[in-house]
C-alpha cells in the first residue's frame, strides 16, 4: 500500500521533533548537572574563604591563635595546592613559636607562588626567624645597643604591608587604616618577637592626604632606639606580652594617648624630624615599660614614668652616639639628631635640677607630698648621672611601690649596701655658686665624664647619706689644689695628699638621719681644677 506523500512528511516531522526534543532535554541535564556542580565548588571557595577570614580576624584582631590555625589548617586540607591558606596557617604557628613547622608551610608557599614570597601581612608573625626572613628576601635595617655585657637589637622590614582583612581599626577611635610596619626584638640567634606593629594610612585613607611612609619608619627606628637604649641601660622592657599596637593619625587635636597595648598619636602633621619623633616615642615608651612613679601634682601628667623615659633616653642615645656602643643604618645623619638633643638635655636637665635643688633648699617644700614631678625628674636625673646606673635601677625593681617614699626607701637601702664596701660617685653633674650671684646654675656633662672647674666659685654636690658616720675621699686633678668643705653647714677638717692621678682631699661626714647632704666645695686656689670621683664608705 502506497502512503499518500503528506503521511511521509509528517512521520518525518514527527521522528525530527522527538530527536530534537531529546536534545533539548539532553541539554537541560547538563546545564543542570553544570550548575549544580558550580554551585557546590562556588559553595566550597566561599566556605574556604570564611575559614581564612575566621582564621585572620582570631589571629591578627583577637590574638587567639590556637583557634586561627585550626581554622587556616581547614582551609589548608581543602586547599591544598593555594598559598595563600598555607601562608597564614604558617603565620599563626608563628605566633604559637612553633617555627619549625612555620616554616616548612612557608617553605611550601613560596614554592607554590614560584619560587618567590609575596609579601604581605601573612609574612610578619608574632615570631620570625632568618630561614622565614631569607625566605621573604627582606632586607631588615637593624639597630642594637650595647653597654658591658648587655645588648640589644631590633629590626624591622622597611616595606609596608597592606591590610588582610578590609582595614585595620584602631579600638579606641574605629579609625581606618592600611599599612603596617613591624617592629621585631632579638631573642636569641635567629629569633626575633614583634614588640610592636605601626599602622598608617595610605594618601587615599589620609584626611589631608599625604603619605605616611616616612614618618612611620622615623618612628620605627625612635621606637626601636628606645627599647634598644632603654634595655642595655637599665633593662626596661614593655610589660605588655603581646606587640603594642602604635596607631598614627592626622585626625583630631595633637595629644598622645598610652594605654595598656595601644599608643595613639591623635593630630600629627607628616614630616617631622627624627629627634621629634625620638622624644616623643621614648616618652611613651616609658608609660609602657618604666616605673608609673607619682602621683605628682601641676602637670599634664600625673606618673612619671613618660618623662623619666624620656629624659633618661634623652641622655643616654646623645652619649651612645659618640661612645660607639651604638649601632645604626648607615644612611641615618646623627650630626642634626646630636645638636638637637643637646640643647634638649641642656635645656631640661637644667631646669629639672634647679626645680630639686630648690626643693631641697626650701623648708616649706621638702615633703614628699609637695614634691614637684619635675623636681622628681631632677632628682632622678641627678642620680643616673653621679650615682651608678645600676644602683637606680635596683632601687627601681625594688620599691616597695611607686611612690616617692618607696623608691627613698629602696634607694636608701641599695647605698647603705654599697657603702660598707665603699661606694664611687661619678660628678657629672654639680650646682654652681658665684661669688656674684645667689642663683646656682647646673653644670652637666652628658658626655664627658669628668667637669672642670675655675676658681673662685663654689660646688654644691648633694650626697645621700644614711644615718652615720661615714669617711670620704674626693679626687681632684690640677696643679692648685686648695679646696674649704662643708657638709652642710659644718665645716670639714681636710687632709690633702697626692696621688697618681692628681690629689686625695680627705674628710668625714656625719648624718643624723638618712637624706641629702649638701656637700660644698670652696675653690681658694688659682687655677681651674677638675673634679673627678668622690668615694664613701662607712666609718669602721
Same mark, same amino acid.
Given at each position: ?28 541535564? %547538563? ?14 571557595? +566561599? ?19 590556637? +583557634? ?51 609579601? @604581605? ?8 626567624? +632568618? ?43 574605629? &579609625? ?13 640567634? #635567629? ?115 613618660? *618623662? ?30 646630636? =645638636? ?9 636637665? @637644667? ?32 642620680? &643616673? ?16 611601690? &611607686? ?6 626607701? =629602696? ?11 665603699? *661606694? ?5 653633674? =654639680?650646682?654652681?655658686? @658665684? ?23 663654689? %660646688? ?17 686633678? #690640677? ?38 647632704? *649638701? ?7 688659682? +687655677? ?13
Amino acid at each position: 500500500m502506497v502512503m499518500p506523500m503528506w503521511c511521509n512528511n509528517a512521520h518525518g516531522l514527527a521522528g525530527g521533533m522527538l530527536r530534537h526534543t531529546r536534545a533539548v532535554i539532553f541539554l537541560a541535564v %547538563i546545564c543542570v548537572c553544570f550548575r549544580l556542580l558550580s554551585s557546590s565548588a562556588l559553595a566550597a571557595v +566561599s566556605d574556604v574563604e570564611a575559614l581564612l577570614r575566621n582564621a585572620i580576624y582570631a589571629m591578627t584582631v583577637k590574638g587567639d591563635f590556637q +583557634s586561627g590555625v585550626e581554622y587556616a589548617r581547614q582551609a589548608v586540607v581543602a586547599y591544598p595546592n593555594e598559598a595563600h591558606p598555607r601562608e597564614w596557617l604558617a603565620y599563626g604557628l608563628a605566633g604559637l613559636d612553633r617555627l619549625s613547622e612555620a616554616v616548612e608551610h612557608y617553605r611550601v608557599a613560596a614554592k607554590l607562588r614560584g619560587g618567590l614570597a609575596r609579601f @604581605s601581612a601573612a609574612w610578619l608573625p608574632l615570631n620570625i626567624n +632568618s630561614e622565614i626572613l631569607e625566605l621573604l628576601g627582606a632586607h631588615p635595617i637593624e639597630v642594637s645597643a650595647r653597654v658591658d655585657d648587655k645588648r640589644c637589637t631590633a629590626m624591622f622590614i622597611p616595606r609596608p604591608c597592606f591590610t588582610p582583612l578590609l582595614d585595620w581599626r584602631a579600638p579606641k577611635f574605629l &579609625e581606618r587604616y592600611n599599612q603596617m610596619l613591624a617592629v621585631y626584638r632579638r631573642i636569641n640567634n #635567629g629569633h626575633w618577637r614583634a614588640a610592636f606593629k605601626i599602622y598608617f594610612k595610605t594618601p587615599a585613607l589620609s584626611r589631608d592626604r599625604v603619605d605616611w611612609k616616612s614618618d612611620a619608619l622615623s618612628l620605627a627606628l625612635s621606637l626601636s632606639l628606645a627599647m634598644c637604649i632603654s634595655c642595655t641601660r637599665i633593662g626596661m622592657l614593655p610589660i605588655e606580652t603581646q606587640p603594642l599596637s602604635v596607631w598614627l593619625s592626622d585626625v583630631g587635636e595633637p595629644i598622645i594617648i598610652s594605654e595598656l597595648g595601644h599608643i595613639f598619636w591623635r593630630g600629627v602633621k607628616p614630616g617631622r624630624e627624627l629627634a621629634q619623633w625620638f622624644i616623643e616615642a621614648a616618652h611613651e615608651y616609658g608609660h609602657h615599660a618604666f616605673p608609673a612613679f607619682g602621683p605628682f601634682d601641676g602637670g599634664h601628667e600625673k606618673y612619671a614614668g613618660g *618623662m623619666m623615659s624620656e629624659r633618661l633616653n634623652a641622655i643616654w642615645l646623645l652619649e651612645m652616639l659618640t661612645d660607639g656602643s651604638l649601632s645604626l643604618p648607615n644612611d641615618i645623619s646623627i650630626d642634626g639628631l646630636q =645638636a638637637q638633643l643637646k640643647a634638649y638635655v641642656v635645656k631640661h636637665f @637644667s631646669e629639672d635640677m634647679l626645680s630639686w635643688f630648690d626643693w631641697l633648699h626650701s623648708a616649706e617644700l621638702q615633703k614628699p607630698s609637695k614634691m614637684s614631678m619635675r623636681s622628681f625628674l631632677g632628682m632622678i636625673e641627678f642620680i &643616673e648621672r653621679c650615682y651608678s646606673i645600676w644602683l637606680l635601677e635596683a632601687a627601681m625593681r625594688r620599691s616597695d611601690g &611607686e611612690d616617692f617614699k618607696s623608691l627613698l626607701k =629602696a634607694f636608701d637601702a641599695q647605698v647603705k649596701k654599697a657603702l660598707d664596701y665603699g *661606694m664611687n660617685i661619678q660628678l657629672r653633674s =654639680a650646682f654652681i655658686l @658665684s661669688p656674684d650671684s645667689d642663683l646656682p646654675s647646673v653644670l652637666i656633662a652628658p658626655i664627658q665624664r669628668e667637669v672642670n672647674f675655675a676658681p673662685p666659685k663654689r %660646688i654644691v654636690i648633694p650626697i645621700w647619706l644614711p644615718e652615720g658616720s661615714f669617711e670620704c675621699e674626693l679626687l681632684v686633678e #690640677g696643679a692648685d689644689v686648695k679646696a674649704a668643705i662643708f657638709v652642710g653647714d659644718i665645716p670639714a677638717s681636710v687632709a690633702v695628699r697626692p696621688c697618681e692621678k692628681g690629689f686625695n682631699l680627705r674628710f668625714r661626714a656625719v648624718a643624723e638621719r638618712a637624706w641629702w647632704c *649638701m656637700l660644698s666645695i670652696e675653690l681658694l686656689g688659682g +687655677s681651674p681644677v677638675r673634679l673627678k670621683s668622690l668615694s664613701i664608705r662607712a666609718s669602721r
